[in-house]
């Protein structure tokens, strides 16, 4: 199998030829679209997981990645080299990327019908098949989008890594606003687009730095993560303008690239584009926030680690700031998912919380803790995100029966739509088939998606010993404890909780109790191309964490050996970096206990028979304001709208008007009159002037040929007269002087 890995390279080529083959040739046949883009990811997988296990099966791996070139781009006195590399951290990507993604296009192909928002009798051939009116165009981006995740992960430089991370951030934006009828969507892809343009630009200034300081000068993973060029950047230094501070070069690097996972992983403060990205079809939510573009966010940290390293040993400042942002991104978006209604944006802050403890496990060094829980994360998040989309589908479904038979529930009254209703807990359209107020119930109406569903939820939880995200949350909790980051710990640890919390309430809402409208009563479970990939990834969301099981575990510690340590160890030496290895601790061990038993215990006991058709929010009672402030998100987004976009503005209408009307245009308008003048002036010149020498030389010409011609007769009387004139005249000419002188 270990000539697997030297085909790294093509793993992210056919979805990329299902993407040509589907936008020039297949688009107007919507089924086959659909089956080339399978068969497109279908293949990368059935290459990837032998790439993978031929990792996982080979001893001490680690110690000797498998890296080869493809072809280079000169860059004046070096040149770039592009090609692809396969280590113990991107074999473990190619696993978790691969299948989810598989998994998601053969959901998406059952869930992209016709949907509800747009207009049947605009799209009557789609209505009739059943399917979007774009279906074919979403099968070709959807491609695109699993090219750039893949390509980003075998990349063996830094510069095809960004490469591939800019396809995804345009994938992002073509998705999120798929449905571009909505003015909501076509907002949240711009919103995403520039949000995620900050990070990156930021991050290419660092990766421009990293490239001129490195020896030699390169964006070869293999060259600028080498310990010697990593002691040279620490060694150098640079004062920082502004702030007047001396640091080291592999610092200043290291926090302006850590700046594109603050934009890619949506962590504070560029985290408000993730929760607008739900606007977007759900496969797509399934593929940011687990498959690709969130996790690609995380993995730049971990392919990054080493500079990382180096930069906290040099300037503990930089990994304190890493950890900082990480703790409280998990904590501040954990307070607002328990206050969201709408069961994706609830997922939403909810990847935003857990993406916060990848990265603060990095600013604390708990590489193996990062990358473990990056992994187990995408399977369960994938399953929560894709059982949401098929909940979503189901109450849309009710809603459609239910009009069609002529019935009317909470959304309609004799015929007539239902406005949203103005609640104490938040706006309630009472036709939104995502919002939870709107569902109850649906455990007896839609068993698969409500089990595997609640697999996932328990496994987000951490719920104990079961679960892949018990053992993978409780590592970083673990490190944290063992690194004495004791606020680091406790944040993440309250975060836990509200993550328990806000999970037993979304269970509760939407799958408890009674339904509470008539379009939840009428659900149907999804088709089988949606509910066989939940059931295909529940397995993963259980028993992946029994793979990193610590050995100073009691009792499951000698039972089951760490594999994944044991994976990694080799690549860790290789890298020549220092990660904690805690030992056992009651601590840690209780505390992870205490909030994901003690979550759910709260949330089922607020929320496990449901709400009533009418009933408030009990914890809106309860907290009051403090509610509100986490249901309008803190307000992030109305402080941005009122001085950065407001600053935007106004500095674009400034320019405006500098532009237009006071300078620039002026300026050019006056200098294109006075050209005009100045060309007209030249045009007399030349007219009276120059043409009139012209014409006059021509007219003397012309004078003297005339009369000249009468004495050309042939007759030689005539040029012996003419001869005696001319020397007459010049005789006179000559003796004119003398002659008035004699006078």
Same mark, same amino acid.
């Given at each position: 199998m270990e000539g697997f890995l030297n085909l790294a390279w093509f793993v992210p080529i056919p979805p990329f030829l299902a993407f040509v083959a589907i936008i020039l040739f297949l688009n107007r046949?919507?089924?086959?679209?659909?089956?080339?883009?399978?068969?497109?990811?279908?293949?990368?997988?059935?290459?990837?997981?032998?790439?993978?296990?031929?990792?996982?099966?080979?001893?001490?791996?680690?110690?000797?990645?498998?890296?080869?070139?493809?072809?280079?781009?000169?860059?004046? !006195?070096?040149?770039?080299?592009?090609?692809?590399?396969?280590?113990?951290?991107?074999?473990?990507?190619? +696993?978790?990327?691969?299948?989810?993604?598989?998994?998601?296009?053969?959901?998406?192909? @059952?869930?992209?019908?016709?949907?509800?928002?747009?207009?049947?009798?605009?799209?009557?051939?789609?209505?009739?098949? @059943?399917?979007? &009116?774009?279906?074919?165009?979403?099968?070709?981006?959807?491609?695109?989008?699993?090219?750039?995740?893949?390509?980003?992960?075998?990349?063996?430089?830094?510069?095809?890594?960004?490469?591939?991370?800019?396809?995804?951030?345009?994938?992002?934006?073509?998705?999120?606003?798929?449905?571009?009828?909505?003015?909501?969507?076509? !907002?949240?892809?711009?919103?995403?687009?520039?949000?995620?343009?900050?990070?990156?630009?930021?991050?290419?200034? @660092?990766?421009?730095?990293?490239?001129?300081?490195?020896?030699?000068?390169?964006?070869? +993973?293999?060259?600028?993560?080498? &310990?010697?060029?990593?002691?040279?950047? !620490?060694?150098?230094?640079?004062?920082?303008?502004?702030?007047?501070?001396?640091?080291?070069?592999?610092?200043?690097?290291?926090?302006?690239?850590?700046?594109?996972?603050? @934009?890619?992983?949506?962590?504070? &403060?560029?985290?408000?584009?993730?929760?607008?990205?739900?606007?977007?079809?759900?496969?797509?939510?399934?593929?940011?926030?687990?498959?690709?573009?969130?996790?690609?966010?995380?993995?730049?940290?971990?392919?990054?680690?080493?500079?990382?390293?180096?930069?906290?040993?040099?300037?503990?400042?930089?990994?304190?700031?890493?950890?900082?942002?990480?703790?409280?991104?998990?904590?501040?978006?954990?307070?607002?998912?328990?206050?969201?209604?709408?069961i994706k944006r609830v997922l939403a802050y909810s990847t935003i919380s857990q993406l916060g403890y990848m990265v603060a496990a990095i600013g604390i060094g708990a590489y193996v803790a990062a990358l473990f829980h990056l992994i187990t994360h995408a399977f369960f998040k994938a399953l929560l995100f894709l059982g949401s989309g098929s909940v979503i589908h189901g109450v849309e479904h009710g809603h459609h029966h239910v009009h069609e038979h002529g019935g009317h529930g909470h959304g309609e009254e004799h015929g007539h739509e239902v406005h949203p209703i103005q609640r104490p807990d938040g706006v309630l359209d009472p036709q939104d088939p995502q919002d939870m107020r709107n569902m109850g119930g649906l455990l007896n109406r839609m068993p698969r998606t409500a089990w595997t569903f609640i697999i996932g939820g328990l496994a987000l939880s951490g719920f104990p010993l079961v679960t892949a995200g018990f053992w993978s949350k409780d590592e970083i909790l673990a490190s944290a404890w063992y690194g004495q980051h004791y606020g680091v710990f406790w944040t993440l640890a309250i975060a836990a909780f509200l993550t328990a919390f806000y999970t037993a309430r979304q269970i509760g809402l939407t799958f408890l109790g009674e339904p509470r409208t008539e379009m939840a009563s009428h659900a149907p479970e999804s088709v089988p191309s949606m509910t066989w990939p939940l059931i295909l990834i529940s397995p993963f969301a259980i028993g992946l964490g029994w793979f990193g099981i610590p050995a100073s575990f009691p009792g499951l510690g000698a039972l089951v050996p760490n594999w994944l340590e044991h994976f990694l160890e080799p690549f860790i030496e290789y890298m020549e970096v220092h990660v904690p290895h805690p030992g056992f601790d009651i601590v840690p061990l209780g505390v992870s206990l205490l909030v994901a038993l003690g979550g759910l215990a709260v949330g089922f006991a607020v929320y496990g028979r449901g709400l009533g058709a009418e009933q408030i929010d009990p914890l809106r009672k309860l907290l009051g304001p403090i509610w509100v402030l986490f249901h309008r998100k803190y307000y992030v987004d109305e402080f941005y709208q009122y001085t950065v976009i407001a600053f935007a503005r106004g500095l674009s209408r400034f320019l405006y008007w500098v532009d237009d009307v006071w300078v620039i245009d002026p300026i050019v308008d006056a200098i294109g009159r006075l050209a005009v003048r100045f060309a007209q002036v030249c045009a007399a010149v030349d007219r009276f002037v120059v043409d009139g020498i012209v014409n006059g030389a021509g007219w003397l010409t012309d004078w003297s040929g005339r009369a000249l011609r009468n004495v050309q007769d042939g007759h030689v009387q005539a040029y012996l007269l003419l001869a005696a004139a001319t020397v007459t005249i010049w005789l006179l000419l000559k003796a004119l002087p003398v002659i008035l002188t004699l006078v």
């Open positions: 046949n919507k089924e086959v679209s659909a089956l080339t883009a399978i068969g497109g990811v279908a293949l990368s997988f059935l290459l990837s997981w032998p790439i993978a296990f031929a990792a996982f099966t080979t001893d001490h791996f680690g110690a000797h990645p498998v890296e080869g070139q493809l072809f280079s781009i000169p860059t004046g !006195a070096s040149r770039l080299w592009v090609g692809y590399q396969v280590d113990p951290a991107n074999a473990l990507m190619l +696993f978790m990327s691969s299948f989810l993604l598989l998994m998601i296009f053969i959901y998406s192909r @059952g869930y992209m019908t016709f949907p509800g928002h747009l207009n049947p009798a605009m799209y009557p051939v789609s209505y009739e098949q @059943g399917k979007d &009116p774009r279906y074919s165009r979403f099968m070709a981006y959807i491609s695109l989008f699993a090219t750039g995740m893949l390509g980003l992960v075998v990349s063996n430089s830094l510069l095809t890594f960004f490469i591939f991370w800019e396809i995804m951030g345009l994938c992002s934006y073509l998705l999120i606003g798929f449905w571009y009828e909505k003015p909501s969507a076509q !907002a949240a892809s711009l919103k995403a687009f520039v949000t995620t343009r900050v990070g990156d630009v930021i991050m290419l200034i @660092g990766m421009m730095f990293l490239y001129v300081h490195s020896e030699p000068s390169s964006l070869l +993973f293999a060259d600028i993560l080498n &310990p010697e060029n990593l002691h040279h950047l !620490a060694e150098m230094t640079v004062t920082v303008p502004l702030v007047n501070v001396t640091v080291p070069w592999v610092a200043l690097i290291a926090f302006l690239i850590f700046f594109g996972t603050v @934009g890619k992983s949506a962590q504070f &403060p560029l985290h408000v584009w993730l929760p607008d990205a739900m606007e977007g079809p759900t496969p797509v939510s399934a593929m940011i926030h687990a498959a690709t573009m969130v996790s690609a966010g995380v993995f730049l940290l971990v392919r990054m680690f080493p500079l990382y390293y180096v930069a906290g040993e040099a300037a503990p400042g930089v990994l304190n700031f890493v950890a900082f942002i990480g703790a409280f991104t998990a904590l501040f978006a954990s307070t607002i998912a328990v206050a969201q209604w709408d």
